[in-house]
């Protein structure tokens, strides 16, 4: 399953970069929390593609499964950080407007393990 879980990411990773990147764009990945297995596999795969393209990465975490505060505070990081896409796994329904507000910014919101509002 690792192996699937770094694809995935590195797969995500790779849609960011496909129009024109260059060393100073930032890709930024927001998981539901960074102690999950799956989630620390996704985030290990996202670096190392991130790596492999030239790009700037960022990662953060909630606290905990269903803890939305902190992804809707990293969503708006990125945003104000110039971010590229955001590779997320949104912890509920209450990050939709954050995540619509990064898409009217014209960054590309990748939803990775269920849909995003």
Known sequence: ????????????????????????????????????????????????AAAAAGLDFQAYAGEK???????????????AAGAKGILITPSNDSVGPALKAARAAGILVIALDNPAG
Not at 19 to 46: H, Q, R, W, Y
Not at 65 to 78: S, W, Y
Request: glycine share 6%; with cysteine; proline share 3%.
């Open 1 to 48: 399953m690792s192996f699937k879980v770094a694809a995935l990411a590195g797969a995500a990773m790779l849609a960011l970069v496909a129009g024109s990147a260059s060393a100073a764009d930032l890709a930024c990945l927001i998981t539901k929390n960074n102690t999950n297995p799956f989630f620390v596999k996704m985030k290990e795969g996202a670096e190392a």
């Open 65 to 79: 499964d269903g803890d939305a505060a902190p992804q809707i505070t990293a969503i708006e990081n990125c945003v």
